[in-house]
């Protein structure tokens, strides 16, 4: 049962471009939407995280767009640079869950 | 990657031999997961712990086994190793639980059946 589905699997993005991961969840009872990052070789690290008290979050370039009536959230990465390549897991937990739920994850390269 | 440490980085077995993966945290923090990575599926649930000897099951936890004897310690065990655990193990650590409280992985556990 996937509860988070992220889109899309990969993309490429040009130096300097917008980067646009999607993610839509099913429970109404998540509270806490974090992504991450992983580079390859590493575990993945916290990048950005909302809450659905708000639309929008920005940390930099990056920037999360939340939509609670369409149970939609989105990652933005403006002026995307090539050490921004890696992959991006959007995430979804309750106050009251021990545990998050991560979507598929997006491998996003950045060319030159 | 700071206050939590995996063993062993890379491992090779064969089928049906028992294997032991560790976890290692200086952050005395209460929870800790442990997670699978796999092309297409993401990061998956094995099993997860609210405390030392208190633990419970995942969404992938057929196969595996966990023990928290110590705060810091938490061990995942394949009792019998199948090609289909052929994956990375991660493990992860929390302060608290849900909402507000992001993980802290390791660097991970490449394990490979053969």
């Known amino acids: 049962q996937q509860q988070v589905k992220q889109s899309p699997q990969s993309l490429i993005v040009q130096k300097g471009g917008i980067s646009i991961i999607n993610c839509a969840y099913e429970n109404t009872a998540f509270d806490y939407f974090p992504w991450y990052q992983q580079f390859p070789g590493k575990g993945p690290a916290l990048l950005i995280a909302?809450?659905?008290?708000?639309s929008e979050k920005k940390e930099g370039r990056f920037t999360i767009s939340f939509n609670k009536s369409a149970k939609q959230f989105s990652l933005h990465i403006m002026d995307s640079q090539p050490g921004d390549s890696a992959t991006y897991f959007c995430a979804a937990s309750t106050g009251s869950a021990s545990k998050i739920i991560f979507g598929s994850g997006t491998r996003l390269s950045i060319r030159p | 990657d700071a206050g939590i440490t995996q063993s062993p980085r890379h491992k090779v077995t064969e089928t049906g031999t028992p294997v032991t993966l560790r976890c290692h945290q200086t952050e005395n923090h209460r929870y800790m997961y442990w997670y699978r990575q796999d092309p297409g599926h993401g990061l998956r649930l094995i099993h997860y712990s609210y405390g030392v000897k208190d633990t419970d099951k995942g969404e992938v936890s057929d196969g595996y086994s966990v023990s928290r004897s110590k705060t810091e310690d938490f061990l995942l065990t394949l009792e019998s190793a199948t090609s289909s655990q052929t994956s990375v193990y991660f493990c992860a650590i929390s302060e608290g639980t849900g909402g507000g409280y992001g993980y802290t992985f390791g660097s991970g556990t490449r394990l490979t059946v053969v």
């Open positions: 909302i809450r659905p008290d708000v």
